[in-house]
């Protein structure tokens, strides 16, 4: 079942908006999300560069692995640290306002010597970098001849869609996360159930083999034959 898991990982990181890893450069400051696996006893940091005075929320859940649950820590640029987690199997955390640098995420699963973890987690920014964009684009649209409809309106109406479909996209996805653990659960529970299951009939068919074999030698004669 692990092996499943990791080729859905190495899939996801196909599909999913890349994260700064190690050393490697700064990404471009946009959301993101990522699923991986994390050995036993290794630990994993992540990289995202952040802008300055803005809203960056840290969310993350175990959907595979014994016991579902990781060590987390979260640092600023600076390398203070911020969050700091232990066991747990889901968590979400808000960084306002943020310092420009790259922040540090850190998955730890040495407690664990023998089950590896796949972990989802997704990075949300609110910066104010979208509002000078918006008032940007107002200004350059705004024609003297559009005199019946309220261009403070119009903005007002695109940028509650906007988060409204932003918040929608998050939601989807912690659902997408939520079932994957849920489904590894259920196949955990049902490799187990049919193991169980196997061993009982095993069980069974040797009792009936050995009753049977008594009860012959109950009613064997025994009794000498005359010569």
């Given amino acids: 079942m692990m092996a499943d898991s990791a080729a859905l990982a190495w899939a996801l990181w196909l599909l999913l908006p890349s994260v700064g890893v190690g050393g490697a450069g700064p990404p471009p400051i946009q959301d993101g999300e990522f ?4 050995p ?3 630990k994993q940091c992540f990289y995202q560069s952040a802008p300055a005075n803005a809203s ?19 640092e600023s640029p600076q390398g203070v640290l911020l969050v700091s ?3 747990k199997a889901d968590g979400v955390h808000t960084v306002e306002p943020t310092e ?3 922040y540090k ?3 730890d699963n040495s407690f664990s010597t023998i089950s590896e973890k796949l972990v989802f987690f997704e990075l949300i920014f609110d910066s104010l970098q979208d509002d000078e964009e918006v008032e940007g684009w107002a ?10 409809v309220k261009m403070e309106d119009i903005k007002e109406s695109i940028e509650t869609m906007r988060i409204r479909l932003e918040r929608s996209i998050q939601t989807l996805t912690l659902l997408r996360a939520f079932e994957a653990r849920d ?3 259920q196949e955990g529970n049902l490799e187990r159930v049919n193991f169980w299951s196997a061993v009982n009939v095993a069980v069974l068919l040797l009792v009936a083999v050995l009753q049977v074999c008594t009860l012959k030698r109950f009613f064997q004669d025994k009794r000498p034959v005359p010569t």
């Fill in 100 to 102: 420009a640098g790259d």
């Fill in 105 to 107: 995420l850190c998955f």
């Fill in 85 to 87: 987690e232990s066991r």
């Fill in 183 to 185: 489904r590894n659960l």
């Fill in 139 to 148: 200004e350059a649209v705004e024609p003297e001849e559009m005199l019946d």
């Fill in 35 to 38: 699923t991986f696996l994390l």
């Fill in 56 to 74: 960056l929320e840290t969310e993350y859940q175990v959907i595979g692995g014994a016991g579902l649950d990781v060590d987390f820590t979260l």
């Fill in 40 to 42: 036993a006893g290794r």
